[in-house]
Nanobody, 124 residues
Framework: VQLVESGGGLVQAGGSLRLSCVAS????????MGWFRQAPGKEREFVSA????????VFADSVKGRFTIARDNAKNTGFLQMNSLKPEDTAVYYC??????????????????WGQGTQVTVSS
């Protein structure tokens, strides 16, 4: 599975961005897609995830009510809609996918494929 993110950029606080993640390769085997982020000097942290077949979603507390996640199975694409952005949301955002079942969605080790990342910068 190959993952390519897009949609990052520079936005003012309170603004919105939508990230996309296009999957290719053995897409029939995808079980879930997640989004993580990593700010300078910090560890990579979980943001959100979606079950690829059932559509159930999970969010980090820090983004609940501001971010939504969706997937378009026909287009093999996942989306992260980010609203009411804050300067602390500034980070490189990574798309991740897994091809096996797990009850956990929030760990880095819960995914076996990663995109290259896209920069999101929120100015105050």
């Amino acid at each position: 599975v190959q993952l390519v993110e897009s949609g990052g950029g520079l936005v003012q606080a309170g603004g919105s961005l939508r990230l996309s993640c296009v999957a290719s390769g053995s897409i029939f085997s995808i079980n879930a897609m997640g989004w993580f982020r990593q700010a300078p000097g910090k560890e990579r942290e979980f943001v959100s995830a979606v079950n690829w077949s059932g559509g159930s979603t999970v969010f980090a507390d820090s983004v609940k009510g501001r971010f939504t996640i969706a997937r378009d199975n026909a287009k093999n694409t996942g989306f992260l809609q980010m609203n009411s952005l804050k300067p602390e949301d500034t980070a490189v955002y990574y798309c991740a996918a897994r091809t096996y079942y797990s009850r956990s969605y929030v760990g880095i080790n819960d995914y076996n494929y990663w995109g290259q990342g896209t920069q999101v910068t929120v100015s105050s």
